[in-house]
């Protein structure tokens, strides 16, 4: 099978850090399914692991986590799915189902957790293996291109807007805005709130004001009125600060990226007025099968640029550099 495979990590600004290879394709054991790749969505962290951010426990690696393809093979034991399904694949590969926070609905936090793209073989591939109890039935209204962001910057989104406590009629601030952003803005028109954007880009500030946005500006700006609630979707610490400067006492800023460059010292002035910091960590299968079903309910419209998987180092590349609008989504077919 084709995929493009991590040797080691590198820039992607100075080269291209994915390989073209040849792979053999897997054969599923118990639990697992083999699907064929139709699309995977390009996100921040295939960045963050390509660059190294992330610490990587296994090279060489195939990247990708938001994957949607047609179950070819069960392994032993598989019974929720048929072979010729078609299925969503997320960021957590597997828990171990027994720690404590597995066991109260956290399996986000499991310290046993797996990562699809990081632990085992992603999704920019022509093929893959993946857990049953961890894929998920993908809604009929969806091409594969479009459902492909829902299943990472979709659901991570979903948590962290969950996270952030914001209610209907409040002022919600999203910081930065691409694949997250652009669908958790709908999620949060949706329940009736007040969105204001901050991006610096004025192609990413339009596609706000497109979705619904009552507020567009850079992130140093200050909004005509304070947040209620915020979500950083960069991987900026100093943007933390922008976003308690302008936080209403008791707002909550929910951090939703999985790396970021250090938050600078700061004036405890800016946290005082009972406002709190909250970190998204991983998701959980529930927060992705509610997301699932806002998103035919809603509708949610996903906004993607359409590569083939051989132009995954140029995406990364583009990502990077803010040059994509709404999701990119790697044709894997």
């Known amino acids: 099978m084709l ?73 032993a034991g598989v019974t929720r799915f048929q072979v010729g399904d078609r299925v969503g694949v997320a960021w957590v590969h597997a828990t171990c189902g027994v720690c404590r926070f597995c066991r109260n609905g956290q399996e986000n936090l499991c310290a046993e957790a797996r990562f699809t793209g990081l632990h085992n073989h992603g999704g920019y591939a022509g093929a893959m293996l993946a857990q049953a109890d961890f894929a998920f039935a993908l809604p009929a209204g969806f091409a594969d291109e479009q459902a492909a962001p829902l299943l990472c910057a979709g659901v991570i989104g979903y948590r962290a807007l969950r996270l952030s406590q914001v209610q ?17 803005i709908q999620v949060a028109r949706h329940l009736g709130c007040e969105v204001f954007v901050f991006t610096r880009s004025a192609a990413h500030q339009a596609h706000a004001a497109a979705l619904g946005a009552v507020w567009t500006g850079a992130p140093q700006e200050t909004p005509p009125q304070p947040l209620d609630a915020a979500i950083n979707f960069t991987p900026s610490g100093a943007i933390t600060l922008d976003i308690l400067r302008v936080l209403e006492r008791g707002g909550t800023a929910v951090l939703a990226g999985i790396h970021s460059s250090p938050i600078p010292e700061f004036d405890y002035r800016l946290l005082y007025g009972e406002r709190q910091l909250r970190s998204v960590t991983n998701a959980t299968r529930q927060d992705a099968e509610e997301l699932l079903a806002l998103a035919t309910e809603i509708p949610l419209q996903t906004d993607i640029e359409v590569f083939t998987l051989l132009e995954a180092n140029q995406v990364l590349r583009r990502l990077k550099r803010s040059q994509i609008t709404g999701a990119a989504v790697l044709q894997c077919a």
Do not use: Y
Not at 27 to 46: F, K, M, N, Y
Not at 168 to 184: D, E, K, N, W
């Open 3 to 75: 995929a493009m495979q991590l040797l080691a990590p590198w820039p992607v600004d100075h080269d291209d850090p994915l390989v073209v290879s040849e792979l053999p394709e897997p054969e599923p054991g118990p639990g697992q399914i083999l699907l064929t790749v139709r699309a995977c969505g390009v996100c921040h962290t295939d960045l963050h692991t390509v660059e190294g951010d992330l610490s990587l426990p296994r090279l060489p690696l195939v990247p990708g986590h938001q994957v949607v393809g047609v179950i070819k093979a069960l392994g």
């Open 168 to 184: 209907p009629g409040q002022r919600l601030g999203l910081f930065g805005f691409g694949a997250s952003a652009h669908i958790t």
